[in-house]
């Protein structure tokens, strides 16, 4: 287990370099520059503000800059909100962005896993039938049909929920729902699939015969191997939260990182596109990590170092 | 069973006759593609033609689907939206079909450690958010549509890669890859003359997959702002616009949506019976 920590840990490194790397060099050859708005600055106010930022530097210089500063742990300043470290700009608004993500997997797994159980219970009736043709549905309805249906449904024609903004908890039902249902869908597919081969396999049986009760061979016995492709499936589903969380942000108006990383990239704010996207690669690979050891741990099979 | 013309082909064309969604999916998508097609040019309007006299028109004799805001006529927008969705979703699915396949086909035929390596090159690609990296490419380079099938194209690959690898790991054990190798036949002959051919089944089942997929990261991008430019239209950026003019008039997101869905819900349904038709071992879901 040790073993596959550290050669993650080993293998994160390039990776994260390479990615950074590839982006620094991708932003600062795209045309313009963060200081090239719409009204003119005079040009003595621009040339002193990229010295100031050390934009006048060799880019190889201010590569090597860029990542002495990131080994310390610097992140730089925003050019953009230049009150405002780069690090202060994604600890304000990534927790908006782990909350949605956080609220649309519990929607997720607690509708998605019981459906698809029940699916696979009593397979081939009608308890088996219409969640399955419901989340066929849920998969191809996307986010941004679904989420502009429930705010016309739920907030415009019956009021139950605001349909826009982020100010307390009642602003977070619809835009966790949206994303939710998606993976809801998906959830309950591979739940119902992953149960259906486990519950004929011999020891289930067993336990069956021993006299268990049926829920229990279903909690008990059945869960751990049915779930496994669930489990696998959380690591995509984390980089389609993140990536879902783009679009769920700009139709709800939520101040989320995915708006601000949008926001950053218009600008040419170079630290802030650099920033959000080492943090996002970051936050993966550890996701990751933590869905391989959860992998692991329900699947002796898979315990080997890849 | 005594006939002895049941080829892999025909076994495999049979039993999708048999899926009743599958068929039905077939004919919902060639409406679709035919609507798409003829639809700008049957239409009396043409996608970009505003009219300010007649602005929220609900659906009529005059507009089958209504006006917009501009008073275009939403037929021929969502018509002609079509056209450039279903374009993107196949050029952009191509492009991820020939990376894909063609690194999938190396890294299985050239095996041992250069395998290993470039699969775990994938591995690693597997996990990183490209939606990040593309969204960034359609900011900082402009929305250049050549640009927008390459990076789609760049990121869906990675699954074809690993399906095409799988299978000519099993083929290049078999034995007219043996009989085709002692003939002498150069590598990139037997790539692409022996072992390609044999591989066409399983790219089939995934490029029908890959296409709905396609086609909603092009819908994410064009909702964002970053996909195709008005006047032109995608689905994707018009069920923006009826997203945003919701209330006023529900039609701007009904006909655009629904006809996005449909094409999502018909490739998958699709895709499925292709895979249960071509490939009988492997079972549903």
Same mark, same amino acid.
């Given at each position: #287990?040790?073993?596959?920590?550290?050669?993650r840990f080993l293998q994160a490194i390039p990776t994260i370099w390479i990615i950074a790397t590839l982006?620094?060099?991708?932003?600062?050859?795209?045309?313009?520059?963060?200081?090239?708005?719409?009204?003119?600055?005079?040009?003595?106010?621009?040339?002193?503000?990229?010295?100031?930022?050390?934009?006048?530097?060799?880019?190889?210089?201010?590569?090597?800059?860029?990542?002495?500063?990131?080994?310390?742990?610097?992140?730089?300043?925003?050019?953009?909100?230049?009150?405002?470290?780069?690090?202060?700009?994604?600890?304000?608004?990534?927790?908006?962005?782990?909350? !949605?993500?956080?609220?649309?997997?519990?929607?997720?797994?607690?509708?998605?896993?019981?459906?698809?159980?029940?699916?696979?219970?009593?397979?081939?009736?009608?308890?088996?039938?219409?969640?399955?043709?419901?989340?066929?549905?849920? &998969?191809? !309805?996307?986010?941004?049909?679904?989420?502009?249906?429930?705010?016309?449904?739920?907030?415009?024609?019956?009021?139950?929920?605001?349909?826009?903004?982020?100010?307390?908890?009642?602003?977070?039902?619809?835009?966790? !729902?949206?994303?939710?249902?998606?993976?809801?869908?998906?959830?309950?597919?591979?739940?119902?699939?992953?149960?259906?081969?486990? @519950?004929?396999?011999? +020891?289930?049986?067993?336990?069956?015969?021993?006299?268990?009760?049926?829920?229990?061979? @279903?909690?008990?016995?059945?869960?751990?191997?049915?779930?496994?492709?669930?489990?696998?499936?959380?690591?995509?589903?984390?980089?389609?939260?993140?990536?879902?969380?783009?679009?769920?942000?700009?139709?709800?108006?939520?101040?989320?990182?995915?708006?601000?990383?949008?926001?950053?990239?218009?600008?040419?704010?170079?630290?802030?596109?650099? /920033?959000?996207? @080492?943090?996002?690669a970051?936050?993966?690979i550890?996701?990751?990590?933590?869905?391989?050891?959860?992998?692991?741990?329900?699947?002796?099979?898979?315990?080997?170092?890849? | 069973?005594?006939?002895?013309?049941?080829?892999?082909?025909?076994?495999?064309?049979?039993?999708?006759?048999?899926?009743? #969604?599958?068929?039905?999916?077939? +004919?919902?998508?060639?409406? &679709?593609?035919?609507?798409?097609?003829?639809?700008?040019?049957?239409?009396?309007?043409?996608?970009?033609?505003?009219?300010?006299?007649?602005?929220?028109?609900?659906?009529?004799?005059?507009?089958?689907?209504?006006?917009?805001?501009?008073?275009?006529?939403?037929?021929?927008?969502?018509? +002609?939206?079509?056209?450039?969705?279903?374009?993107? /979703?196949?050029?952009?699915?191509?492009?991820?079909?020939?990376?894909?396949?063609? +690194?999938?086909?190396?890294?299985?035929?050239?095996?041992?450690?250069?395998?290993?390596?470039?699969?775990r090159a994938?591995?690693v690609?597997?996990?990183?958010?490209? &939606?990040?990296?593309?969204?960034?490419?359609?900011? !900082?380079?402009?929305?250049?549509?050549?640009?927008?099938?390459?990076?789609?194209?760049?990121?869906?690959?990675?699954?074809?890669?690993?399906?095409?690898?799988?299978?000519?790991?099993?083929?290049?054990?078999?034995?007219?890859?043996?009989?085709?190798?002692?003939?002498?036949?150069?590598?990139?002959?037997?790539?692409?003359?022996? @072992?390609?051919?044999?591989?066409?089944?399983?790219?089939?089942?995934?490029?029908?997959?890959?296409?709905?997929?396609?086609?909603?990261?092009?819908?994410?991008?064009?909702?964002?702002?970053?996909?195709?430019?008005?006047?032109?239209?995608?689905?994707?950026?018009?069920?923006?616009?009826?997203?945003?003019?919701?209330?006023?008039?529900?039609?701007?997101?009904?006909?655009?949506?629904?006809?996005?869905?449909?094409?999502?819900?018909?490739?998958?349904?699709?895709?499925?019976?292709?895979?249960?038709?071509?490939?009988?071992?492997?079972?549903?879901?």
């Amino acid at each position: #287990m040790s073993k596959l920590i550290v050669s993650r840990f080993l293998q994160a490194i390039p990776t994260i370099w390479i990615i950074a790397t590839l982006t620094f060099f991708m932003t600062r050859y795209a045309p313009g520059g963060p200081f090239d708005s719409e009204r003119a600055i005079p040009e003595e106010i621009k040339v002193k503000l990229q010295s100031h930022f050390g934009l006048d530097q060799p880019l190889f210089h201010q590569y090597l800059l860029y990542f002495k500063n990131l080994l310390r742990g610097d992140l730089g300043p925003s050019f953009k909100y230049p009150d405002w470290e780069v690090s202060e700009l994604i600890a304000t608004a990534f927790p908006v962005s782990l909350t !949605l993500g956080l609220f649309s997997l519990l929607i997720a797994l607690l509708i998605g896993i019981p459906a698809g159980m029940l699916a696979a219970l009593r397979q081939n009736s009608w308890l088996d039938y219409l969640p399955m043709s419901l989340s066929m549905a849920g &998969i191809c !309805l996307p986010t941004f049909v679904l989420g502009p249906l429930l705010i016309y449904t739920l907030s415009t024609q019956l009021g139950i929920f605001p349909a826009l903004g982020w100010h307390g908890p009642s602003d977070w039902v619809l835009p966790s !729902l949206t994303l939710g249902l998606f993976y809801a869908s998906y959830i309950a597919r591979l739940t119902r699939a992953g149960m259906l081969e486990t @519950l004929q396999l011999d +020891y289930v049986r067993t336990a069956r015969a021993k006299g268990a009760s049926s829920l229990r061979v @279903l909690t008990k016995h059945a869960a751990r191997g049915g779930l496994l492709p669930v489990v696998t499936f959380l690591g995509p589903a984390f980089a389609g939260l993140i990536s879902g969380s783009f679009v769920i942000e700009s139709i709800f108006f939520i101040p989320g990182l995915g708006k601000f990383f949008v926001t950053a990239a218009f600008n040419r704010d170079y630290t802030m596109v650099l /920033g959000t996207v @080492l943090f996002y690669a970051t936050l993966i690979i550890l996701l990751n990590l933590l869905v391989d050891l959860l992998q692991a741990w329900l699947d002796p099979k898979s315990r080997e170092v890849r | 069973m005594t006939q002895q013309s049941s080829s892999l082909g025909r076994d495999a064309w049979l039993r999708l006759r048999a899926n009743r #969604m599958a068929m039905l999916s077939i +004919y919902l998508l060639l409406g &679709i593609f035919l609507i798409s097609l003829v639809g700008p040019w049957l239409s009396s309007y043409s996608y970009e033609q505003q009219d300010l006299d007649h602005i929220f028109q609900s659906p009529g004799k005059n507009h089958l689907f209504g006006t917009d805001n501009l008073g275009r006529d939403v037929f021929a927008r969502t018509t +002609y939206g079509g056209r450039i969705s279903l374009a993107v /979703g196949l050029l952009a699915t191509l492009v991820s079909l020939v990376i894909g396949v063609t +690194y999938g086909m190396l890294s299985g035929y050239l095996g041992g450690r250069m395998d290993a390596w470039m699969m775990r090159a994938v591995d690693v690609l597997y996990s990183l958010p490209f &939606i990040i990296f593309v969204i960034l490419l359609m900011v !900082l380079f402009g929305r250049n549509f050549l640009l927008l099938f390459l990076a789609i194209g760049a990121v869906e690959w990675l699954t074809m890669a690993r399906i095409t690898r799988a299978q000519t790991l099993n083929l290049k054990k078999a034995e007219f890859v043996e009989a085709a190798r002692a003939l002498g036949y150069s590598h990139s002959r037997i790539l692409f003359r022996h @072992l390609l051919p044999n591989l066409i089944g399983p790219i089939i089942i995934y490029a029908t997959l890959t296409v709905p997929a396609v086609m909603l990261l092009e819908a994410v991008l064009s909702f964002l702002g970053l996909g195709v430019q008005a006047p032109m239209s995608s689905w994707g950026s018009l069920i923006k616009e009826g997203a945003e003019k919701m209330d006023a008039a529900p039609w701007l997101l009904f006909f655009p949506g629904s006809f996005f869905c449909l094409t999502l819900f018909a490739l998958n349904f699709l895709g499925d019976g292709l895979r249960d038709a071509l490939d009988p071992k492997s079972s549903k879901d």
